[in-house]
């Protein structure tokens, strides 16, 4: 069992900037991988990021690549993800997610099995 607690987020103009955190606790002695889902309402769920055990390895989806960065401190068992030139499509519910696997794929929140945080919203205004 993992549980997810997540910060941050918020109101910001386009252009602007954010940073989510998760921290993760519970069993976390085995591999896992966590990342980013987000989800407007009404819409289908929309793989963000994600990050490796380790942290050595990352993937993102092809609209944020360049603007977001996940990173993982493994110390601590926190996932940030630094959100940088954002637009307002990028508004919605950003859930945190991890799962017990040490593969990236599928990523973290696209299997029954994941956990997920309690959701973090992002809106960008014009």
């Known amino acids: 069992q993992i549980q997810l607690v997540q910060s941050g987020g918020g109101l910001v103009q386009a252009g602007g900037s954010l940073r989510l955190s998760c921290a993760a606790s519970?069993?976390?002695?085995?591999?896992?991988?966590m990342g980013w889902i987000r989800q407007v309402l009404g819409k289908e769920r929309e793989f963000v990021a994600a990050v490796s055990w380790t942290g050595a390895t990352e993937d993102y989806e092809d609209s944020v690549k360049g603007r977001v960065t996940i990173t993982r401190d493994t110390s601590e068992e926190t996932v940030y993800q630094q959100m940088n030139s954002l637009k307002p499509e990028d508004t919605a519910v950003y859930y945190c997610t991890a799962a017990l696997r040490p593969t990236m794929t599928p990523y973290p929140g696209y299997s029954a099995d994941d956990w997920w945080g309690q959701g973090s919203q992002v809106t960008v205004s014009e």
């Open positions: 519970g069993c976390t002695v085995s591999p896992y991988t």
